[in-house]
């Protein structure tokens, strides 16, 4: 599936670089969702490899017990990058304007993108830059739940529902030859709607759509 034109707006068209440019020091989801989140990267990534966070902040949430042998972090705002414990190197780029990344083919064993992924104008671009710099075998893990942005978020996702959001990740990964089948990790929220708007139980929802880079 192609997104057309009008799916890929946003409500709020200005400069992306002065919506992020004063730091945010805060999680986007709740310490459920970390937890699944962090017990997820501990079960799929591998230590001492090299890990690419993809649209990071001030934590990547990473297990703290796991060495890796690099770390590239990648974001909009350099004073969370730059507070950022787990990165060893960082570079700040608005993927909507140059979907291109400054990283070498076949360079990362991970890829990782948390709750970001609703503000990409551009996904084909993009996940076709995380298949380039995986090495065969390497992992793309995507996480997000139902929080966003609002007036940054693409209409696509903005008037989807959680489980066509998952259906559009997995279509990302679809676009792009040499992914594995995407795999879904969820874990709904178990309140009604109006009880989370309420801040009522339940939890944020957690979803990971993930795909590996093809062996050669």
Request: net charge negative; with cysteine.
């Amino acid at each position: 599936m192609r997104l057309e034109p009008i799916e890929r707006s946003k409500l709020d068209p200005t400069n992306d670089a002065e919506f992020y440019s004063f730091p945010r020091f805060v999680t986007h989801v709740d310490e459920g969702f970390i937890d699944q989140l962090t017990n997820l990267y501990r079960d799929r990534l591998k230590p001492k490899t090299r890990i690419f966070d993809m649209m990071s902040s001030w934590v990547s949430h990473l297990p703290e017990e796991m060495e890796f042998d690099h770390v590239e972090g990648h974001g909009m705002n350099a004073e969370e990058l730059a507070k950022n414990p787990r990165l060893n190197d960082y570079f700040v780029q608005d993927l909507n304007k140059d979907p291109k990344l400054p990283l070498p083919d076949q360079d990362f064993d991970a890829v990782l993108n948390c709750v970001s992924v609703q503000y990409l104008q551009y996904p084909e671009a993009i996940f076709s830059e995380i298949h380039r710099i995986l090495k065969p075998g390497g992992v793309a893990i995507i996480s997000f739940s139902n929080r966003m942005f609002y007036q940054k978020a693409i209409q696509a996702w903005r008037e989807g529902t959680e489980l066509s959001r998952v259906e559009l990740v997995k279509s990302y990964f679809q676009s792009v030859p040499g992914f594995t089948i995407p795999e879904v990790v969820a874990k709904r929220s178990s309140a009604p709607s109006i009880m989370q708007w309420l801040g009522a139980g339940g939890g944020d929802p957690f979803y990971a759509v993930i795909a590996y880079r093809a062996q050669v």
